[in-house]
Structure formats: C-alpha cells, structure tokens
C-alpha cells in the first residue's frame, strides 16, 4: 500500500511534533503493510511557508533516522499547496511535487471551492503539472453536490479522499459524501491525511471497509495501484469505472452493474 498524503514531518506545520512520535507512527504504517509514505507537509503562502533547504534537511533527517531504525519504508518528499493566484512560481521555484514526479496534491477554502480555483489550476495544467484535489469530500461544494467532482475529473483534475472521512471521522455528511465519490469512481486515492493525533489505524480500518463495501479490485486500485503511478510514471485514468444499465422490461428489475477498470 501506498499512502500519498500525510504529515509527519517534524515541525514544520501542524503535524507531527517530534521526530520520535513520527517513527512511532511510520514503524505501525510499515508494520500494516504500507511500503511508501508521502511526507506532504502544507505549504501555504503567509502560514505554513519554508525554503525547500529547510523541508530537505528535516526529511533527510528523518529518512536517516527510518533507516537507522530498520523500518521497511520507502519516504518520499511531497507537499499539501494551498491553491493561491500565482502559486506556480513557488511550485517551480521550490520544487512542490510528489517525489520526483509531475504530480502535486492541492487543497482550497473548505468552506468552498472559489470561483476562481479552475483558474488557479489551470496554469499548472498548462505547466504540465498534474494536480490532485486532497480530501475533496470534505469542501461545503461538493458535499453540496458530490457530481461536482466528476466535474473537476473532466478538467484533468485527479481526487484523494481521507480514510478518515470513509469511517465517520469528520461527520456523517463528509462521511456520505465520501462514499458518494468511491462508489462513483470519483476518487482516485485514500490516504490517512495524517496529523498523528493518534495511532495509525483509520487507514487500514478504510482499506477493509472498503473491500467489504465493494470488492477488492476496488481497494487494490486506492490504496496501491494508483497511488503506486504517481512514483513509477504510469498514466493514471481520469475514468475508471464503466455503468452497464441492462435494458429489462421491468423497471423494477433493473440493476446497474459497475466494473471499475484499469487502463
């Protein structure tokens, strides 16, 4: 498994606290079956802001001490950018990108995406960036209306949703709306969105839930397949899940059948 959104580098926002508490938790993901973590730290222009020298030398840091600790883990660099006019240049400048790919994880006003936020994301588009949209159940606008994600697909607009927000952690409409995006094929990643307010459970707590909810093809795709693309330059699908609506007689008889494919 692979969780590509999670904060638990050091002191550098407002996640992890110490280094120690930052082994402890990447010693239980390694133990579950994680074998390659993001540590996407918020960077946030006036708040959570840093020179890329900084972020380097606290995750050189801790992938020594990962090391040195003999966890089994593959940490690679990443960022959690909030979406502001002219983030691009920071982008370019400090190298915000998961790893050492063209992917970069963005987030916005929960309260609701701006009207302006396609037209934040579109240089970076243009740039040959390709963007994913962190927690997107939990922005006011698409729990609003969940098919505004699919609207965002259609934009070339890749979506994480929280493992948290899957068991209820964030409230029952953020719950709902979560699943809305699973079973639609409107999600591409689960990751934890760790902050180490506990142990690290709710992500493997998500991958069960999810294959008892749907099946296992589904669960393998969240939490491994295409997380896994990010690192190894494969094309993700905007589109993975095809609706077959037989035609039958009886209306009542009629079942929508999903195949949720790769490629």
Known sequence: MVDIHTHLLPN???????LNDSLSQLCQMAEGGIKRVYLTAHYFKGHYQY?????????????????????????????????????LEDIKTHNLTMGKSSYILLESDLN???????????????????????????????MQKPSRAE?????????????????????EKVK??????????WTHFI?????????????????DKVEEMIDNHTAHLLFYVFPS???????????YVQVYRPHHSHHHHRR???KRIFG
């Open 176 to 185: 709902s709306t979560a699943w809305i995006l699973v079973n639609k094929g």
């Open 12 to 18: 550098i926002d407002d996640g992890s606290k110490s």
């Open 51 to 87: 020179s890329r020298q900084e972020y380097d030398e606290k995750f050189n840091t801790i992938v020594n001490k990962v090391k040195d600790a003999g966890i089994d883990l593959d940490i690679q660099p990443g960022f959690e950018i909030y979406l502001q006019p002219d983030i």
């Open 229 to 239: 693309c990010i690192a190894s330059g494969e094309n993700i699908p905007y589109e």
């Open 112 to 142: 609701g995406l701006p009207n302006d936020f396609y037209n934040n994301i579109f240089p970076l588009l243009r740039a040959g960036y390709k963007p994913i949209l962190a927690h997107a159940e939990r922005y006011v606008s698409i």
């Open 191 to 207: 990751a934890s969105d760790d902050h180490i307010r506990g142990k690290y459970l709710a992500y493997f707590e998500a991958r």
């Open 151 to 171: 609207d965002l697909i259609y934009r070339n607009i890749y979506m994480q949703t929280n493992a948290g927000s899957l068991l209820g952690l964030y409230g």
């Open 256 to 258: 929508n059948l999903i």
